[in-house]
């Protein structure tokens, strides 16, 4: 009877722990929506009065939308290539060259080590000038953003792979034969993609985010949708909390998205 008492005494500390946390990490959410749905909210506790005048207006804002549709573009993109160049190189790396993975671990830190303004500021001096003056056009942010989607998708591509036992699995195929092409888009493609998906899906939610290397290397003559919310920072702060709400539900859709092609 005692160690019943204990364990559900753990269970209730527990769960008021999580509970506690989620609480303190939701106020700041909450402040934030209920101030994009106020009129005004200036010396009292409470608003003066409710309105979706301030979500209206930003979605009718052309400049957003723009500035939205931008952002999607480039994530897309950027998340195709990337798809097309680590998807095979991984396969490749883990097939045939299996030492390479150690460094290969080393590589896709690199984005990580390297500052966003330091490798703003070398892209600049590098793409300004020369035979491909790309800077202040979106191509530069693809390739950008490509270094910063590559960790997120190898590490969860390789964590898929090493739940696998791929060499089994292509001989087996290849002893059915099956080239290793088609071994590799009939067997290995649908046994990762589970990990391919939810890293497609965190890295689209961290570019669209992305705002360093998007303001310096672009800035307004791309506008993408953080320099937008950088640029409406003086305008009114119902408006821009709309703005920071309707970001934080649409990122919320993309994780309930990748949890549920998890599944």
């Known amino acids: 009877m005692q160690n019943v008492n204990l364990k559900m005494s753990a269970t209730t500390y527990h769960k008021s722990v999580v509970y506690g946390l989620i609480s303190l990490l939701a106020i700041p959410v909450i402040a934030t929506l209920v101030y994009s749905?106020?009129?005004?909210?200036?010396?009292?506790?409470?608003?003066?009065?409710?309105?979706?005048?301030?979500?209206?207006?930003?979605?009718?804002?052309?400049?957003?939308?723009?500035?939205?549709?931008?952002?999607?573009?480039?994530?897309?993109?950027?998340?195709?290539?990337?798809?097309?160049?680590?998807?095979?190189?991984?396969?490749?790396?883990?097939?045939?060259?299996?030492?390479?993975?150690?460094?290969?671990?080393?590589?896709?830190?690199?984005?990580?080590?390297?500052?966003?303004?330091?490798?703003?500021?070398?892209?600049?001096?590098?793409?300004?000038?020369?035979?491909?003056?790309?800077?202040?056009?979106?191509?530069?942010?693809?390739?950008?953003?490509?270094t910063i989607a590559l960790p997120f998708m190898y590490r969860a591509l390789a964590n898929s792979l090493q739940g696998i036992n791929l060499r089994d699995l292509m001989d087996a195929a290849h002893l059915l034969g099956a080239s290793t092409p088609r071994a590799f888009v009939s067997i290995v493609l649908p046994n990762i993609r589970k990990g391919l998906l939810a890293s497609l899906f965190l890295s689209f939610s961290f570019l669209l985010g992305e705002f360093v290397f998007a303001n310096i290397l672009v800035g307004t003559r791309f506008e993408t949708l953080q320099v937008y919310l950088y640029n409406m920072r003086q305008t009114s702060g119902h408006f821009t909390s709309a703005l920071v709400m309707s970001y934080f539900f649409f990122t919320l859709f993309l994780t309930w998205l990748a949890t549920r092609f998890s599944r």
């Open 37 to 146: 749905l106020s009129q005004r909210w200036g010396a009292t506790i409470t608003p003066d009065g409710f309105t979706f005048d301030w979500y209206l207006q930003l979605w009718q804002d052309p400049r957003f939308l723009a500035a939205f549709g931008r952002s999607l573009l480039l994530c897309f993109i950027s998340l195709a290539v990337s798809c097309a160049l680590i998807i095979p190189t991984i396969f490749v790396v883990f097939y045939y060259f299996p030492r390479l993975d150690s460094w290969m671990n080393l590589l896709i830190l690199l984005p990580f080590a390297v500052p966003p303004v330091v490798s703003s500021v070398g892209l600049l001096q590098l793409y300004a000038d020369g035979p491909i003056p790309i800077v202040g056009t979106p191509w530069v942010l693809i390739g950008t953003y490509f």
